[in-house]
């Protein structure tokens, strides 16, 4: 099978759950083959399924990081053990969620696929920019709303 016949049939092998008389054939053992053999079509592969959870793939740094990061979506990621990173959209820090029950993680300052330098954290800036607008307690205050995503510094 050939990459562009592999990506014709992506939609068709990734309806789950697949019949029997989908994934009994000898077709779909090629398109398998080919997904192990081919770098190209892995990557390709998942992005198709970052896009599909709404990820805006060029916002990172590549494409492993934007499908990886799509899996904590579905549900709390602290709970999901398929979930090997996070982004903390609030301070822009990345890291590897410790799943012992709490939401605590251990931050990485590169990408562990690319090896690109990620954005450095935003954490004291977001102190210094509330501090800026008088906000110097913000766990006591009302802030705005912003400043629990990543929209005030976006
Ligand atoms: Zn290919
Ligand atoms: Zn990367």
């Known amino acids: 099978m050939d990459c562009k016949k592999y990506r014709d049939n992506y939609k068709r092998y990734n309806k789950f759950p697949l019949d029997q008389s989908v994934w009994d054939t000898e077709e779909y ?4 083959e080919h997904y192990y053999d081919c770098e190209l079509c892995g990557i390709w592969d998942m992005e198709q399924k ?4 709404g990820m805006d793939v060029n916002k990172y740094c590549c ?5 990886h990061l799509s899996k904590g979506l579905d549900k ?10 996070i982004h903390n ?3 822009d820090e990345y890291g590897i969620p410790i799943q012992d029950g709490g939401n605590s993680f251990i931050m990485i300052k590169h ?3 690319c090896g690109n330098k990620l954005p450095q954290s935003k954490r004291d800036m977001w102190w210094e920019t509330l501090e800026s607008l008088g906000l110097n307690n913000p766990f006591e205050q009302n802030i705005p709303e912003k400043f629990e995503t990543d929209e005030w510094y976006r």
Request: charge should be negative; proline fraction near 10%; charged fraction near 30%.
């Open 50 to 53: 970052a896009i599909e959870k």
């Open 89 to 91: 959209k609030k301070f």
């Open 63 to 67: 494409t492993e990081m934007a499908y």
């Open 111 to 113: 990408c562990p696929w």
């Open 76 to 85: 709390d990621p602290y709970e999901n053990p398929d979930v090997v990173i």
């Open 29 to 32: 053992k090629q398109y398998q």
